[in-house]
């Protein structure tokens, strides 16, 4: 089962960028598909943005056009480029790996986007 664990969280204002890593380890990483999710305080688990094994992308009609998903599967990594970023987009923000029935997630980073 792969390992991941995310990095690049922090504070944030008001139409700034971050960008987001999650580093895989345990498993063949150019297998799994990857995601994005992110959890605000009283809401549910959301799908941010989603990258297969053949690079295809999917993205929440939310974060379209600010939010760029893309994988190194030399460097075992999948990043987050956030843009314009929004107080709405203020979240825990989790990565997860996905295959056939076997599904991961980490630990989580923390997104403020505040002025």
């Known amino acids: 089962q792969v390992q991941l664990v995310e990095s690049g969280g922090g504070l944030v204002q008001p139409g700034g960028f971050l960008r987001l890593s999650c580093a895989a380890s345990?498993?063949?990483?150019?297998?799994?598909?990857m995601g994005w999710y992110r959890q605000a305080p009283g809401k549910q688990r959301e799908l941010v943005a989603s990258?297969?094994?053949?690079?295809?992308?999917n993205y929440a009609d939310s974060v379209k056009g600010r939010f760029s998903i893309s994988r190194d599967n030399a460097k075992n990594t999948v990043y987050l480029q956030m843009n314009s970023l929004k107080p709405e987009d203020t979240a825990v923000y989790y990565c997860?790996?996905?295959?056939?029935?076997?599904?991961?997630w980490g630990q989580g980073t923390q997104v403020t986007v505040s002025s």
């Open positions: 990258i297969g094994r053949d690079s295809s992308t």
């Open positions: 345990g498993s063949i990483f150019s297998i799994y598909t």
């Open positions: 997860n790996a996905k295959f056939l029935s076997a599904l991961s």
